[in-house]
Every structure is written in C-alpha cells, then in structure tokens.
C-alpha cells in the first residue's frame, strides 16, 4: 500500500425527507472519524443549490488509515448500516494530491 497521502470525496443524495435523521448520524460519524489515528481531517459541507447533496471531503495519511476507517465499527455500523439506506445515491472518489 502506498505511503502517500490519500484523499476521499464523496457526494451523497439524500433521500427526500430524511435528511436530518442523515445529519444526525453524520455527526456522530464525523466525530468519531476524525478521531480515527491517521485521519487528516473529515469536512461536510452542503449543495447551496440542492440542500439534499451532501459532500464529504476526508483526507488519510496513507491507504493503511483509509483501509482501517473503512473497516472500523463506527463506519461499519453508522455511515453503511444507517446512513447508506437514506440516501438515493452515493458516489465515492479516491484521489491523490498531484501538486
């Protein structure tokens, strides 16, 4: 695995209506991620055109702290198990820092 820093963005479209119930999960998440060893930092932020899209921008140290959120409880339990099944749809990108 790659010892270079590793970034994620991810948009995620909430389903109509639940979008509090996602913010809410979502900042036991973030919290919790953030806290993770290795973590840069995690930021949300919220379309001003499309209150339901959500974009998360994470940044890891490596692909080793990457791999160890992934598998940690608190993405296995909040962000698959409760947040995934509110939204419409997800899209995850994994991204290098070119300069």
């Known amino acids: 695995m790659s010892e270079q820093a590793i970034y994620v963005y991810a948009q995620w479209n909430v389903k109509v209506g639940k979008l509090d ?14 806290e993770e060893k290795g973590n840069l930092f995690y930021k949300i932020h919220q379309s001003k055109s499309d209150q339901n899209t959500l974009i998360l921008f994470e940044g890891y140290e ?7 959120h992934k598998n940690s409880e608190n993405y296995q339990n909040l962000v698959v198990k409760e947040i995934v ?4 749809s997800r899209e995850v990108i994994l991204m290098d820092q070119v300069f």
């Open 21 to 34: 119930e996602v913010l809410q999960i979502l900042t036991q998440a973030a919290k919790k991620s953030s």
């Open 62 to 68: 490596n692909e080793t702290a990457l791999e160890f």
């Open 85 to 88: 099944p509110l939204l419409e």
